[in-house]
């Protein structure tokens, strides 16, 4: 699984965790919801730092704490 991958599947990880839906992550991180969507669905494959950073923001946790996990830890690297 690549990075733009991971870093969907976390987003939508915690959506379900703090019960966010894509709207309510709009308004709480000021990402328009059609950027999230393009995120999500794939139109968007390599969100921006800042993209990610308002999306923590809106959640409420800092940018380790989005990338802190077991999947981001062992990602392989992507230019080979």
Do not use: H, W
């Amino acid at each position: 699984m690549g990075a733009y991958e991971l870093t969907k599947n976390r987003i939508l990880q915690l959506c379900e965790a703090k019960k966010f839906t894509i709207y309510r992550l709009a308004m709480e991180s000021a990402v328009p919801p059609s950027s999230i969507k393009n995120i999500l669905y794939g139109k968007s494959t390599n969100p921006g730092i800042v993209t990610i950073k308002m999306l923590c923001d809106g959640f409420g946790i800092s940018l380790t704490e989005f990338f802190d996990t077991e999947e981001f830890r062992n990602l392989e690297q992507e230019i080979k």
